[in-house]
């Protein structure tokens, strides 16, 4: 799949314009850069392996940072991560997932460091990838705020103008390179009406009634995934966005009563719950590999099991 949209990229069509991307702009650069560096399908299916895995061991050493930065056994908390890394190893170098999770580790890490402003423009950086990313601002600015020392409102303001900042001159590049803000705003308006994948919560939701036989549901292969196609909440796709929208509210709102509560370490609790919570929430119609990695999940191979068992494609 990627190699055939690095073919029509090498061939002078731009995305977004002359053919769909469902992804962010910065997204390119991943397979751009094997692309160039290969002439051919599996030159090129080497380059983004080698890639991705790089980025995973640099998600490893992120970890192992921002772990200690929190207190926690560094070495320890990385080689649990790692386990689990090794769960979704069969996806992790197919997939972009691994650079957006890098993106927030770095943020999380930076943030921990002190110089809270970088880590608003690491998020951004990293939902111009995948844009999960952005719902986590929210959550750095509760932990700013509760945070101790300094004045906190012009911490945070600089954030927010900076996160911002680096936003709209990504939308100027954009459009000086030619891209229409309509074509990018489709292929993200687009993915909020898309079924739900067999490994998200409404595919377990569905998957959890079927095996009790309170009703029968069906997937089908799509997209290199399995997806619902029958099932009670099958209808419930295109309004989803909004139970996402909601969820993410909740999230943010229990995040902030848990920091006003809490007692010492209570900015780095809100930054390690409110991101964990707004992540599975973002992500609850896919349930791809950011709360994969962080909970133990492998999604393919569990899409691949509920194939195995016969379940009827609609």
Known sequence: MWYAKWQLIEGGALPYRDFNFSYPPLALALFIIPGLASGTAEGFYAVFSAQMLAIAWLTVLLVSRTASRMGLDGFRTAALYFIVLLMYSTELTKKLDIAAVAAVLSAMWIWLSGRRTGSYLMLVVGALVKIYPVFLIPVFLMASYLAPGGDRRIGILKGIAAAAGL?????????????????????????????????????????????????????AESAHTYIITQGPLAGLRDGWIWVVAAMCILSYIAVWVFGKRSSAGGPARVLALGSCLTVLASCSATWSSPPSTCCGSSPSSRSRSWARRGLPPA
């Open 167 to 219: 936003g709209v001159a990504a939308a100027l590049l954009m459009l000086a390179a030619g891209v229409p803000m309509s074509g990018l705003s489709e292929a993200f308006l687009s993915q909020t009406g898309r079924s739900f994948q067999a490994e998200s919560v409404p595919g377990n939701i569905t998957h959890l009634l079927g095996l009790l036989g309170i009703s029968d549901y069906g997937v």
